[in-house]
């Protein structure tokens, strides 16, 4: 699973709201919703956040495994 959890922290270090991120960006209500979510964007976006706040993709998204059930 991917979580945003680190752009929540980079966001916050760098003083920078979601508003004003989806504003910089010009991106949509609806995908910083899906950034909100954990739910798939576009790695396009993930380039554009990266780009913007000048910061390494470990500093906006991570992958966190998933327990699979056993049967």
């Not at 380039?47 to 699979?68: F, G, Q, R, W, Y």
Request: hydrophobic share 40%; charged share 30%; net charge positive.
């Amino acid at each position: 699973m991917i979580t945003y959890a680190p752009l929540m922290a980079t966001l916050h270090r760098k003083k920078v709201s979601k508003t004003e991120l989806q504003k910089m960006l010009k991106m949509s209500p609806s995908t910083l919703a899906k950034i909100g979510k954990d739910e798939y964007v576009a790695l396009k976006i993930i380039d554009d956040i990266c780009n913007k706040l000048d910061c390494s993709i470990e500093e906006v998204m991570a992958h966190v495994k998933v327990p699979t059930e056993s049967k």
